[in-house]
């Protein structure tokens, strides 16, 4: 079997060509995503702070490609993806309050060239480095880095584009060939690699 015959290859080229032709432009004021980015902080800017019902890391979001938490905050307000207290959030943003918000939360984004911690699943392989690598870092913006996020939110991540709370056709997918199994891999392989995501310092807003 050639490689482009696999139906992954062959969406992975299109999703990448896609991507390539209309990839969201962050342009945001990162000084004025800082000013309106405070009510953020009480989530995003506590080391280990928890989600609850259900239980799980709220996402590290420094080194984040901004391009992709402009797509992510964009989805929350669309209702592409469900989650109460994001959609409350996202709900009242404007398109360049977005750009302004992911350009300061993601900082300098994590560039590739680490060597890769331990072996990589087969399904990370077969699925997920076509776009987000092998060490994790997103081949291009509207693919989020994976680097050192905390594990259990990669798999709970999963789990809801597997369920449809998240709607993404790619993700969808990708994810609904995963076992339980396969998705704990996963997350805590590309939770391991390096370098990492971090979380947002909140004594950093008030400078």
């Excluded at 990589?120 to 081949?139: F, I, N, Q, W, Y």
């Excluded at 076992?179 to 995501?197: F, H, N, T, V, W």
């Amino acid at each position: 079997m050639s490689p482009m015959s696999m139906p992954w290859v062959r969406i992975a080229v299109i999703t990448l060509t896609l991507a390539g032709a209309a990839v969201a432009q962050a342009a945001g004021d990162a000084q004025r995503g800082k000013q309106i980015g405070y009510t953020c902080l009480g989530c995003h800017g506590i080391e280990d702070y928890k989600n609850v019902y259900p239980t799980y890391s709220v996402p590290k979001l420094v080194g984040q490609h901004p391009e992709y938490l402009i797509a992510a905050l964009k989805g929350y307000r669309g209702k592409d993806r469900a989650h109460g207290t994001m959609y409350a959030q996202a709900s009242s943003l404007s398109d360049q309050d977005i750009e302004d918000l992911a350009a300061y939360l993601a900082g300098v984004p994590l560039a590739p060239g680490a060597p890769t911690v331990g072996t990589a699943p087969t399904k990370v392989v077969e699925l997920c480095s076509a776009c987000h690598g092998r060490d994790g870092v997103g081949l291009i913006g509207d693919y989020p880095s994976l680097s050192g996020q905390h594990a259990d939110y990669l798999a709970r991540a999963l789990i809801e584009y597997q369920k449809g709370d998240r709607k993404n056709p790619v993700m969808a997918t990708f994810a609904g060939q995963l076992s339980a199994a396969d998705i704990k891999a996963i997350a805590e392989y590309y939770g391991a690699q390096r370098p990492e995501l971090k979380t947002v310092l909140r004594h950093n807003w008030l400078f």
